[in-house]
């Protein structure tokens, strides 16, 4: 795809660094068991999966949100044309008898200017 959007480019156009930075988990984390660290970082892990977790259910009802009103948006402009074609029609026929009437009365004009 031509439009593909690539990492390499992001990182490049907002000056970021290639890699993540090193985490400094502090030296009361450095110092604690090595299954007391796995224990921790598991922990961590879930609470980060469950915030993306989070995160990604709120970006599904906000999209879910913008289909519905470009669902409404639609079905809104459909009805708005609707409306126009029927008023357009209404103008018209209201000109067509606008017509109708100037034709009688420049009709018994003519008659009126003959009798007189």
């Not at 999209?63 to 948006?73: D, F, L, R, S, W």
Request: net charge positive.
């Amino acid at each position: 795809m031509e439009n593909e959007v690539k990492i390499e480019d992001i990182v490049k156009e907002h000056g970021l660094k290639g890699k993540a930075p090193r985490i400094n988990w502090g030296k009361d984390f450095d110092d604690r068991p090595l299954d007391e660290k796995v224990a921790y970082l598991k922990k961590f892990a879930n609470s980060f999966n469950e915030a993306l977790r989070m995160m990604q259910d709120e970006r599904n009802l906000w999209h879910k949100k913008a289909v519905n009103q470009e669902a409404q948006a639609a079905h809104m402009r459909k009805q708005v044309d609707q409306q126009r074609g029927i008023m357009q029609q209404i103008v018209q026929q209201e000109n067509e008898t606008k017509r109708v009437y100037q034709e009688r009365i420049n009709a018994l004009e003519d008659k009126i200017r003959k009798l007189t």
